[in-house]
C-alpha cells in the first residue's frame, strides 16, 4: 500500500433485524472502492460479539491490556489499523444505536487521532441526530470527525435496487471521500511524526 492508499473501516452500526445498514454499507464500500484512495473493509457490528456490560477498568487507562473478549478480536484489529473511518448509522428515538455505543466504548487509542465520516439514514432528518451525538462522543476520543457527511432521510421510499435514487448522491460521497483522504493522509503523517499527546 502507498502513502496515497488509506486503510478505510467502513462500520456498519445496526445489529436489529431487518437492517437497512448492510445496504448502505454496501454503497459506500462501493464509491470508496471507486475512489483509488482506500483500501476497503466492511465491519459489521452484527457479525461481532460486542457486550453491552464493560469490565470496572477503561481502556483509556488499561491501554493493551484491557480484557476484550476474544469474539470482538476482529473489532479491534480494524480499527487498529485503519487509518481512516466511515460509520454508517440509523437514528433511533433521535440517537444512535447500542451497539455502535459499545464497539466504541470498548476502545480508546484505536480511535485517536484518525478522522470519522459518517453517513446516515432515518425518517425525515436523515439520521442527522445520531450524526450530531456521535461527533461529541467520537471528539472525546480525539477522534477528528469529517464536516460533509451523508444523510438519506425516508430511506425506505429513497432507494432502490440497493442504489440511492437521488443521482446526486455519488457525488456528495466523492466529497465526503476526498475529505477523508486528506485528513487520513495529514493525520497518518503527524501520528508518524510525534506521539499524540492524549
Known sequence: MDKNTH???IIVG????????PVVGSW?????AEHGGFEVEVV???EID???ALPAASPKYAGDDYPRPAGMAALTSALEDADAFVVVTPEYNHSYPASLKAAIDWHFTQWTAKPVAFVSYGGAAGGRHAVLHLENVLTEL???????GLAFPNYF????DGRPLDTAAAGYAKTLLDQLAWWAGALRSAREAAPYPA
Open 14 to 21: 445496526s445489529v436489529r433485524d431487518g437492517r437497512f445498514g
Open 28 to 32: 459506500v464500500a462501493e464509491q470508496a
Open 157 to 160: 421510499t429513497a432507494w432502490q
Open 44 to 46: 459489521d457490528l452484527a
Open 50 to 52: 460486542i457486550p453491552l
Open 7 to 9: 486503510k478505510l473501516a
Open 142 to 148: 480525539h477522534a477528528v470527525t469529517i464536516r460533509d
